[in-house]
């Protein structure tokens, strides 16, 4: 073995069968502690301090040990996971009025800074990054989030699919107006 735990080398699908058959909070534990750190990066993208990221991962771990049982082995434990955790995080930030975030963006017609519509992946890494992060909160978060996966996350198509469930071309599609909306919204900052 790997470790001391006596659960180090069983499969995260075995140890999830296992906490939902016998509800055992310490089980729970040895899947917390596997998956924190990649349940709390995922929410610093949704929160607007450390504090908050905290408590919302662990919500996110209240309400899984609750919807545990919807796990039904279609995809990787992982995977899963990161859809759930992202759904939680799309949820809260609708959720909480105050976050809600106007459109502080020009029409596109009307902008001299008109961007077209084939936007590159190679002019997303070009912007500088802090007039990038003042950009991205000016996205709904479900456009910032889906960049965030696939850009900063490394998140396939594929995965993207399945995080998303919906279909290759409604991907790329979303993908290519979040990365229309955050280059307009980059381009109305200073």
């Not at 995260?12 to 349940?39: N, P």
């Not at 912007?127 to 900063?152: G, N, R, T």
């Amino acid at each position: 073995m790997s470790s001391g735990s006596p659960y180090a080398d069983i499969s995260d699908e075995e140890l999830v069968k296992k906490i939902v058959f016998s509800r055992d909070s310490m089980l729970f534990g040895v899947l917390y502690d596997r998956y924190a750190k990649l349940v709390y990066n995922k929410c610093y993208g949704f929160a607007k301090s450390e504090q908050e990221t905290e408590d919302l991962t662990q919500d996110v771990f209240l309400m899984l040990f609750v919807k545990l049982s919807s796990f039904k082995g279609k995809s990787k434990f992982s995977t899963w996971l990161y859809s759930f955790t992202y759904n939680f995080c799309v949820n809260y930030v609708n959720r909480d009025k105050g976050r809600k975030i106007k459109d502080k963006s020009s029409n596109l017609e009307d902008s001299e800074n008109w961007i077209p519509q084939d936007v590159t992946d190679e002019s997303l890494y070009e912007l500088k990054v802090e007039k990038l992060k003042k950009a991205l909160e000016l996205i709904s978060p479900e456009d910032k989030s889906i960049l965030l996966l696939k850009y900063q996350d490394g998140v396939s198509i594929k995965e993207l699919e399945t995080l998303l469930d919906v279909g290759s071309s409604a991907v790329k599609m979303r993908l290519k107006r979040a990365k229309i909306k955050i280059i307009e919204a980059y381009n109305t900052l200073s």
